[in-house]
Structures are given as structure tokens and as C-alpha cells.
């Protein structure tokens, strides 16, 4: 009986492999065979080999192969996720592959694999509106992280160097820095590039000609085909694609860089200094006038080359201090430094409000638990901020909503007058605190309730300071 469920995937069989196109020998010290190159997103292993002349014409082999599997399987399962349209959790995969990845596997090396319809969920965008995900089945997902494993190496190394958006070593810190730096060189106006509704908008023709430029295996280039017209189930009703590849799936992030490589080879040959970030780009020049003459140029290349739409209303050549950028914007001194925006606050404090709600029936622990997670992503985030007024003004007000809390759960003059005493108020402050009429929030920032529960006390709690730990991570770093 073979053995089908080492690793739990039937794709460790030794005869799994059978089939497989080992890859050619190249000369080298001792004229030894160089090993089998790993199939996950290094630059360094597969990429050199993949990107001589004809020597991915069996592509989908490398794609199927044991290695390449295991390491989208642990991605897979390590990223957890959603069910698809078959209910499917990332739990039931090893099951499955056991039983199934024999059938699944030939049916990829045949070209005949038909992927499902993936399940369609909106979110709410942060400056408003929704986004439509796409989140594909468990199998699928599966199949597209092995994919984007093998076609990362051959496709990132092309890619600008100012595009930071899902790609190795890469991250949106990064494109912040770039921006920072290409401003303080003089470029104080930006050319905000919005994409109207990039993902729901992606010319399938126009990207399988992009990806067939470097991609000679016909099955590889079949099987995304499919994958991008798969249909899309919302309510119960599964509609045909025809354009669009939608947010949710591992391999969305690099067909969106392989089709936009074409706007940053643009702005290169133009000799812009830009960032982009997935869909979110920006160029930096020296004068309105020539953000107004690149906004229009740049429209009418995305347009016709690209059959992208630029979204007017969300776009514009102004300064960048007033203008934001992955969540960062910048102030205008000469030696910009980086800021949080108004907006970007409001957005995490209009988050934070919900758990606030739910806290005035239980204690002021659970509802530090729950905003610990938050407020440590948060700030991690944007430990590169360099105006730090806004951690401190953060602070305070986390403090001053959880004493709103407990001043709402005391509720009874009799309880309010109990806890203060319990916290060594003088008591002509307590009579006076606990009956003056006012509202919870008045009192919560009150001197009674502050001298009530300091910082301290909340800090015993387990409330995280964003100041401290701001200071704490540029200090690490």
C-alpha cells in the first residue's frame, strides 16, 4: 500500500515525483549537478534556471513537485483563512489531499484542471465604500500558492525597484522611506494615482499577454486563465468573469505587479521618481505644473496600454503633507518628517469605539485583552512616525474612555460614592464627584476619576502606552 499521508499529502510519494523534468545540469566546480532549485519565492534558487531560454517549457512539473507542494501546503495552513464555496476548512485539507491529490495532480499536468468558483465577500474599504474579496477554495488556494512560488523568481527580479508591494524583502516601510527621501530632495508636489476599482477591473487579454511573455508552458497559462474567470458566488448565485481578479487568492498580488510593471517601466523611462505599492501609486516632481502634465499623460498610458481607469475624485497633484500614503503623510519642512494623518486616527479610534460599547458589561480587564492585539498591530505599523504628539494624545483618550466605563457601570450615586472612597479620594471630593449631575464622559476626564486612576493603574492593568512602545521600537531599532 503506498504511503499516502506522510506530512499528510499523498504528493510525498516517491511516486508522485514520477514524471516530474529534473532540472538540466549546469557546469560548475567538479562538474557536479547543481541541486534541484526550491520552488518558493527566492530570487536565488529557482529564478536563474527558470529564466534561461526554454527552460520552463515543463513549468507545471516543478509547480506539482513534492517540494514546491509541502512548501504551499505549511503557507497554506500557516495562513489559515476563510472556507470557500465548498465549506472546506483549512483543517479538512490533509484529509482531502490524501484521498484526492493523485486525481488533482494529473489533471494539473494535463491541463484539465477547472478550479471552483470562489466566494464573494464585501469589506469595508476605509474611506468608505466597499471592497469586493474573492476568497477561493482550500484546494485552490493551495494550487495558487504553489503557482505564485514558481513564477515569483521569474518574474520579481524584472520588476522596478520602486515597486514595494508583495515582494520578497519588500514591504510598505520601505516604499514610506522612498517617499520620505524622494520629497526631501525637492519634489514637494505628488501625483496621487488612484486606480478605479483596480482588481474588479483587470483586463484578462491584457495580462495573459504580460505573463505570456516570460511564462512558455501552455498548461501554466491555461490554468490562470481559468483561475481569472472562474465565477464569482454571492448570495447563492454564481456569475461569470470576464474581467477583474479579485483580492483573497496568493496569486491576485503578483498578477497585479506583472500587469502594472508595464506603468513603472513608463515612469522610469520618463525618469520620474515614484512608489507604488500594489494599486497605490505615487510620483514625485518638482512643480504643479509638471504633476498636471504627468497626471494627464499617465491617465492616457493606463488607459490605452493598460485599459485601466484613473478614479478623478480620489486622485490629484498637490502637496504631499497634504496628502497620504499608506497610512502616512509627511509635514512640510524642508526635512519632511513622517506623521500620522487626522483621518488615519480617526479611523482607530472609530474601530476602538465598538469595543468600548461592549465594555460597559464586563470588566475593564477583558476589554484591555481585547484592545491589547489592536493598539500593538496599530503601532507597530507606524513606529516610523516622527511626530509623536498623536501617541500621546492617543493615550489619554484610551485612558479617558475606560474611565467613561467605569463610570457608567457604578451607574448609582451610592456606588460611585463606594468605589471613589475605595480609591482614597478626600471625601468632600467624593460627595461633590459622585452627585454633580454631569454626564459619564465629563466625569471620565474629571479630576476626581483621573486622580481615581492615574495612568498607573491602568498600566498595572496591561494597557498598552502607544508612546512607550513607540519609544521602545525605534529604541530596538
Known amino acids: 500500500m503506498k504511503r499516502r499521508t506522510e506530512a499528510g499529502l499523498s504528493m510525498v510519494n516517491a511516486d508522485a515525483e514520477?514524471?516530474?523534468?529534473?532540472?538540466?545540469?549546469?557546469?560548475?566546480?567538479?562538474?557536479?549537478?547543481?541541486?534541484?532549485?526550491?520552488?518558493?519565492?527566492?530570487?536565488?534558487?529557482?529564478?536563474?534556471?527558470?529564466?534561461?531560454?526554454g527552460a520552463q517549457v515543463r513549468l507545471m512539473e516543478l509547480i506539482v513537485s513534492r517540494e514546491n507542494m509541502m512548501a504551499a501546503y505549511r503557507r497554506v495552513m500557516a495562513n489559515?483563512?476563510?472556507?470557500?464555496?465548498?465549506?472546506?476548512?483549512?483543517?479538512?485539507?490533509?484529509?482531502?489531499?490524501?484521498?484526492?491529490?493523485?486525481?488533482?495532480?494529473?489533471?494539473?499536468?494535463?491541463?484539465r484542471y477547472k478550479p471552483g468558483p470562489v466566494r464573494g465577500v464585501e469589506i469595508p474599504k476605509p474611506g468608505g465604500g466597499v471592497r469586493l474579496l474573492g476568497i477561493p477554495t482550500v484546494i485552490d488556494r493551495l494550487i495558487q500558492q504553489a503557482i505564485q512560488q514558481v513564477l515569483t523568481p521569474i518574474f520579481d527580479p524584472d520588476f522596478s525597484p520602486s515597486s514595494y508591494g508583495f515582494r520578497?524583502?519588500?514591504?510598505?516601510?520601505?516604499?514610506?522611506?522612498?517617499?520620505?527621501?524622494?520629497?526631501?530632495?525637492?519634489?514637494?508636489?505628488?501625483?496621487?494615482?488612484?486606480?478605479?476599482?483596480?482588481?474588479d477591473r483587470v483586463n484578462h487579454d491584457v495580462l495573459m499577454a504580460r505573463l505570456a511573455r516570460k511564462v512558455e508552458d501552455k498548461r501554466v497559462l491555461r490554468v490562470i486563465r481559468r483561475y481569472l474567470q472562474a465565477g464569482l458566488m454571492t448570495g447563492g448565485v454564481t456569475t461569470a468573469r470576464t474581467e477583474g481578479t479579485p483580492q483573497g487568492g496568493p496569486l491576485s498580488p503578483l498578477l497585479s505587479n506583472i500587469l502594472l510593471d508595464d506603468l513603472d517601466k513608463e515612469l522610469e523611462k520618463r525618469g520620474h521618481a515614484f512608489c507604488r505599492y500594489a494599486d497605490d501609486c505615487n510620483v514625485y516632481v518638482r512643480s504643479k505644473r509638471a504633476g498636471e502634465r504627468t497626471m494627464a499623460s499617465i491617465t492616457r498610458f493606463l488607459a490605452e496600454r493598460l485599459r485601466l481607469t484613473v478614479n478623478v475624485a480620489k486622485s490629484a497633484v498637490d502637496r504631499p503633507w497634504k496628502r497620504s500614503f499608506l497610512g502616512y503623510s509627511v509635514t512640510a519642512h524642508s526635512q519632511p518628517r513622517l506623521r500620522v494623518p487626522a483621518k488615519t486616527v480617526q479611523r482607530l479610534r472609530d474601530k476602538l469605539r465598538a469595543t468600548f460599547r461592549q465594555g460597559r458589561g464586563r470588566s475593564v480587564g477583558a476589554t484591555l485583552e481585547e484592545l491589547k492585539p489592536i493598539l500593538r498591530g496599530w503601532i507597530n505599523y507606524f513606529r516610523l512616525a516622527q511626530v509623536k504628539q498623536v501617541f500621546e494624545d492617543?493615550?489619554?483618550?484610551?485612558?479617558?474612555?475606560?474611565?467613561?466605563?467605569?463610570?457608567?457601570?457604578?451607574?448609582?450615586?451610592?456606588?460611585?460614592?463606594?468605589?471613589?472612597r475605595t480609591r482614597r479620594l478626600p471625601e468632600a471630593q467624593v460627595l461633590a464627584s459622585a452627585s454633580n449631575g454631569r454626564g459619564p464622559w465629563w466625569n471620565a476626564g474629571a479630576n476626581h476619576m483621573n486622580a481615581a486612576f492615574p495612568r498607573s493603574y491602568f498600566s498595572s492593568l496591561g494597557l498598552?502606552?502607544?508612546?512607550?512602545?513607540?519609544?521602545?521600537?525605534?529604541?530596538?531599532?
Open 18 to 53: 514520477e514524471g516530474a523534468e529534473t532540472p538540466p545540469a549546469t557546469s560548475g566546480s567538479g562538474g557536479r549537478k547543481s541541486p534541484r532549485p526550491h520552488a518558493g519565492a527566492s530570487n536565488t534558487t529557482a529564478g536563474p534556471t527558470l529564466r534561461q531560454p
Open 80 to 111: 489559515k483563512g476563510a472556507p470557500g464555496v465548498d465549506k472546506m476548512a483549512v483543517e479538512q485539507l490533509k484529509p482531502f489531499l490524501a484521498d484526492q491529490w493523485p486525481r488533482i495532480r494529473e489533471a494539473l499536468l494535463e491541463g
Open 168 to 199: 520578497p524583502g519588500r514591504s510598505a516601510h520601505d516604499a514610506v522611506r522612498a517617499a520620505q527621501s524622494h520629497i526631501a530632495s525637492g519634489r514637494r508636489f505628488v501625483v496621487d494615482l488612484d486606480l478605479e476599482k483596480f482588481f
Open 394 to 420: 492617543l493615550d489619554g483618550w484610551l485612558r479617558r474612555k475606560l474611565r467613561c466605563i467605569l463610570w457608567r457601570q457604578w451607574k448609582k450615586r451610592d456606588t460611585r460614592r463606594h468605589h471613589l
Open 464 to 477: 498598552l502606552s502607544l508612546i512607550e512602545q513607540h519609544r521602545r521600537l525605534n529604541y530596538a531599532s
